[in-house]
């Protein structure tokens, strides 16, 4: 049999699904990287429809070519039937919750990864994405522009000045909540067998263990212990690239000369702040008069109706506007780093 050729973003969690249930299903496969910056010149000789969405398969043995991570599981399961990830009796449950993860926790998931990583390794995802293909820009006083450039296309792309709000942080954690249930019930996310659900949580969550919000949540300990226990038993334990810059960041001296910073901005968010029309309402936008910034994250967990309607907060991308111009760059130094200050707790 030939080897898959499986074309892939590294960043990407939903290319990290297919690269799982390869390895379980034990096929050949070769994986590619895709240049982004080139429009993607490794698939020209596929159409525009399907190079759209990444991961983007490639089976030579049946000539069959398609996209997006739960379709491409689908076919594996069905052409490759062996160790099936979608068994018979609970395929229609399993694929809903693929699609529903995919929708609801992916997206939040992944903005708010990328809001954190980008404080604290400004230039790591040029680092992942850029300089591999470019190793010309990869200088001194490039970098900088580059990473910056960079960020900035992405926070416009993904609205990551928003990244850690109430909707998209509400949004992951009533995900994690939800499926925190049959796994603790029965140690898989639907039924009582590993599935492709069991998958696409373990590839879509992995982006909140580098948010401190979620990482160092009590409540959360359990689905995160069977997710590192899961990660093991399948030998998928291997760092990604951002996983790696971000722990060195944490050893650094910079991380660590930041530390009376830190301690200062923790203590001022313990607080109740009357925040009213003041600077805090104005950056962060969605919290009530009066409300405690110690207390927020607890309301996060409550789900009621009455919080729905802010899990909602549009994720699609918006059209370019020329005042974005002058507009970004507040919104970078200042807007998320802010945000992120107020709403995550120190890693110390």
């Known amino acids: 049999m030939k080897p898959l050729r499986l074309y892939q973003l590294p960043l990407s969690h939903y290319c990290e699904k297919v690269r799982w249930a390869l390895a379980y299903k034990q096929l050949p496969s070769t994986c590619i990287n895709v240049d982004v910056l080139a429009g993607g010149r490794e698939l020209r000789h596929v159409s525009t429809t399907v190079r759209k969405l990444y991961p983007v398969l490639e089976d030579p043995n049946s ?18 039937p062996e160790r099936p990830l979608f068994p018979s009796v609970l395929a229609e449950e399993v694929q809903a919750a693929c699609l529903e993860l995919d929708s609801l926790l992916g997206p939040a998931a992944r903005r708010l990864a990328y809001s954190v990583l980008m404080k604290d390794v400004p230039d790591a995802v040029a680092r992942m994405l850029v300089f591999p293909a470019r190793p010309q820009l990869d200088r ?35 995900q994690l909540v939800k499926w925190a249930q049959p796994v603790e019930k029965t140690g898989f996310v639907v039924g009582t067998c590993f599935t492709a659900a069991d998958i696409t949580l373990c590839s879509l969550m992995r982006p909140l263990m580098c948010v401190p919000l979620f990482a160092e949540d009590p409540s959360l300990q359990p689905l995160f212990a069977w997710y590192r226990a899961l990660r093991k038993a399948h030998r998928m334990q291997q760092p990604l690239a951002y996983e790696t810059l971000q722990q060195q960041f944490i050893q650094s001296r910079r991380y660590r000369g930041l530390a009376p910073v830190r301690a200062l901005g923790n203590a001022i968010a313990r607080v109740t702040v009357p925040l009213g029309d003041s600077v805090e309402q104005a950056v962060l936008g969605t919290l009530p008069t009066g409300a405690s910034v110690n ?27 020329a005042s974005d111009m002058f507009a970004l760059p507040y919104k970078y130094g200042v807007k998320m780093r802010y ?9 110390l």
């Not at 000539?63 to 490759?80: F, I, K, N």
């Open 140 to 174: 001194p006083v490039l970098r900088s522009m580059v990473a910056l450039a960079l960020n900035l296309s992405l926070m416009q792309r993904f609205r990551l000045e928003y990244s850690l709000d109430e909707g998209a942080v509400s949004q992951a954690k009533a």
């Open 295 to 321: 207390t927020l994250y607890a309301k996060h967990s409550d789900n009621t109706a009455d919080n729905d309607q802010h899990r909602t907060r549009v994720l699609a991308p918006r059209r370019w506007r």
């Open 339 to 347: 945000n992120h200050s107020l709403l995550t707790r120190s890693r």
């Open 63 to 80: 000539g069959v070519v398609l996209s997006d991570s739960t379709p491409v599981l689908r076919y594996l399961d069905s052409e490759y």
